[in-house]
């Protein structure tokens, strides 16, 4: 199984994943991606006021995937 | 490990809640138990499976979880030495989730007929055990809040506490540091999180000098900030048999 890494970046404090985890083809870690952004986003949209989360996966030491929530508020 | 070991953990842990006494201990130190041993990662009773035992574990963890229709795993609760998880399978015939190992496990069962008997001749006996399953069902309801309501950090700090308070009733930890026994996919499963999103917060744990966690075992670096960030009251747990 392929490794990945998945580097975390959350108001500009960019966090870089050493360890990675191995997932059974690039779908799975795309799924993978997806799902732990909107839920850090969601956490930290509503609690600690981050407005922009962004994951950078790499597969072994390649870049594959840039996954990214940003949040607008506009008064209207 | 005897059966004799198997069952003096579980008498240590129902001295302790239960306020069980020496002729009530008597009786359980005579329940014939069968023990085996399991490796990790394997299921003792599936969903819709009809129990005829209960198992009590007498070395390693055990999970009870609920897999979904497309295939995620929601873990229920964490089970250490001592405990019966499967104990209310004596009334609810089927089971309705599952109950796996963690780790390899020595496992001892007892026979639902010889429970059954000891609970008809021996009231004290039956009450202490239905006293440990409402124990079991107030950690559901702390479980439902903390997945649901805190988060990610919290909620990961809230299980470790309760763990711990766990295994120290049965002496299982050691100065700072205790067992808990999953990997990073396991605890999304029980969190409700991605193993990602898991690694994520480890990190974030160790890097604010809370904790660590390292193939299995957690050490605490500072039990302040550590308590604060669980927001562990212990009320729940009802560790004393006044309570």
Known sequence: ?76 | VSSDAVRAALVRRLRISSGITDEDVGEILSLPITVRQYPAERTVISDGERATECCLIAEGFCVRSKTIADGRRQILSIHIPGEIPDLMSLFLHVMDHDLSTLTPCTLGFINHETLRRLHQRNPNVAEIFWRDTLIDAAMFREWIVNVGQRPAPARLAHVMVELRERLKVVGRIAANSFDMPLTQEQIGEALGITAVHVNRVIRQLREDGILEFHRGRVTVLDEAKFQELADFDNRYLHQSPST
């Open chain 1, 1 to 76: 199984m392929p490794r990945y890494y998945f580097d975390i970046c959350e108001n500009h404090h960019f966090v870089r994943d050493d360890d990675g985890q191995d997932f059974a083809d690039q779908n799975a870690a795309r799924q993978e991606a997806i799902e732990t952004v909107a839920s850090i986003a969601g956490e930290g949209f509503a609690r600690s006021g981050s407005r922009q989360v962004i994951i950078n996966v790499r597969e072994g030491g390649a870049p594959f995937l840039k996954v990214s929530i940003t949040l607008y508020v506009e008064e209207t």
